[in-house]
Nanobody, 116 residues
């Protein structure tokens, strides 16, 4: 059974940091492209960052470049976004995603709220 379980969300102050985690099971994590997406109220879901399976190449949305860092631990089957210098506009539900050749899987999402 495929599972993507996100954790680490919560409330942060502007300028603060949060580290999310996504623990994966039930599929070949080491060959999957892993990514994080987010969806704010009234907006479409958008890609935040992704990381390929081999080589660790990453890609970031312009809105988070220089502030977010995505990484993965293939041994632990976990992917992390480190989110620094948080802004109120980063408030959203954050979703973990796994992309293989013919399958795509989503986690249930974790809420991140940035507010003073």
């Amino acid at each position: 059974q495929v599972q993507l379980v996100e954790s680490g969300g919560g409330l942060a102050q502007p300028g603060g940091s949060l580290r999310l985690s996504c623990a994966a099971s039930g599929f070949a994590f080491n060959i999957a492209v892993m990514s994080w997406h987010r969806q704010a109220p009234g907006k479409e879901r958008e890609l935040v960052a992704d990381i390929v399976s081999i080589g660790g190449n990453t890609h970031y949305a312009d809105s988070v470049k220089g502030r977010f860092t995505i990484s993965r631990d293939n041994a632990k089957k976990t992917v992390y976004p480190q989110m620094n210098s948080l802004k109120p506009e980063d408030t959203a539900v954050y979703y973990c995603n796994a992309q293989l050749m013919y399958q795509r899987y989503w986690g249930q999402g974790t809420q991140v709220t940035v507010s003073s």
